[in-house]
T-cell receptor, first 114, second 111 residues
Framework: SAVISQKPSRDICQRGTSLTIQCQVD?????MFWYRQQPGQSLTLIATANQGSEATYESGFVIDKFPISRPNLTFSTLTVSNMSPEDSSIYLC???????????FGPGTRLTVL | DAKTTQPNSMESNEEEPVHLPCNHS???????IHWYRQLPSQGPEYVIH???SNVNNRMASLAIAEDRKSSTLILHRATLRDAAVYYC????????????FGKGTKLTVNP
């Protein structure tokens, strides 16, 4: 299994500002994923982050709004840029299992934009 | 990606078995059936997965229909801690590692 931590666990931000969320894994992984979970909704994949290459974004998500960094095999950041109240969500990172066909999720970052 | 259909919500009593259904009529031969659950205020966690045969682990059992167009996650004795949203997800062998979440089933466990 993999242990994943995220920082911050929650934040309240003003509209127009940006927030960078960190995701740290206790083992080296090839692929990391970033999801958004809007209030009362299911999870939606934002992008897949591979180390050493540009992130791959899903339809409806763009790099200018959600820039991602993946500097090494245990760490990634997601920035939510120029925030509006519609960005209020839980943001989660996940990684694929090294030896199993499962994914492990971080605890999430609860973001509120005023 | 093949689609799954689950009831929005289900209710159970503590210490009774729970059968959570999932329909996936457009499943392909190389699609694995995965189940994840999300406890309140936590990220999703893996529960179980299978391809054709029924599967058991310490958390649950997965019963897969012979035609693979439906499956059932079985919690043998529900506890209050099992109250969560349960997601049935199809994942293709050799395909993308990403997971596509549907709306899931919200399970309420009554004491």
């Amino acid at each position: 299994s993999a242990v994943i931590s995220q920082k911050p666990s929650r934040d309240i931000c003003q509209r127009g500002t940006s927030l960078t969320i960190q995701c740290q894994v206790d083992s080296q992984v090839t692929m990391m994923f970033w999801y958004r979970q809007q209030p009362g909704q299911s999870l939606t994949l934002i992008a897949t982050a591979n180390q050493g290459s540009e992130a791959t974004y899903e339809s409806g998500f763009v790099i200018d709004k959600f820039p991602i960094s993946r500097p090494n095999l245990t760490f990634s950041t997601l920035t939510v840029s120029n925030m509006s109240p519609e960005d209020s969500s839980i943001y989660l990172c996940s990684v694929g299992g090294l030896l199993t066909d499962t994914q492990y999720f971080g605890p999430g970052t609860r973001l509120t934009v005023l | 990606d093949a689609k799954t259909t689950q009831p929005n919500s289900m209710e159970s009593n503590e210490e009774e078995p729970v059968h959570l259904p999932c329909n996936h009529s457009t499943i392909s031969g190389t699609d694995y059936i995965h189940w994840y659950r999300q406890l309140p205020s936590q990220g999703p966690e893996y529960v179980i997965h299978g391809l054709t045969s029924n599967v058991n682990n310490r958390m649950a059992s997965l019963a897969i229909a012979e035609d693979r167009k439906s499956s059932t996650l079985i919690l043998h004795r529900a506890t209050l801690r099992d109250a969560a949203v349960y997601y049935c997800i199809l994942k293709r062998l050799g395909g993308s590692e990403k997971l596509v979440f549907g709306k899931g089933t919200k399970l309420t466990v009554n004491p």
